[in-house]
């Protein structure tokens, strides 16, 4: 679940399904994620734990997205 990016940090994996080849919301949505840990970390860069989002496109069907999760 965890993965260990170097003897201090660790990086936690999350998931997210998103609508990003159909539609704009997405992709915003995307932006707004990146955006938001980008500006944690850099106000809060003494945090050890580093947090890796994993894009699913929900190609417009969330359930089957989710299914496919891993």
Do not use: W
Request: net charge positive.
């Amino acid at each position: 679940m965890a993965q260990t990016r170097n003897e201090s940090s660790v990086v936690v994996k999350v998931g997210a399904v998103l609508d990003v080849t159909n539609g704009t919301v997405g992709i915003i949505g995307l932006s707004c994620i990146n955006m938001a840990l980008s500006d944690f970390y850099e106000s809060h860069s003494h945090h050890k734990t580093r947090i890796q989002i994993i894009v699913r496109d929900s190609h417009k069907d969330v359930v089957t997205a989710a299914a496919h999760g891993k």
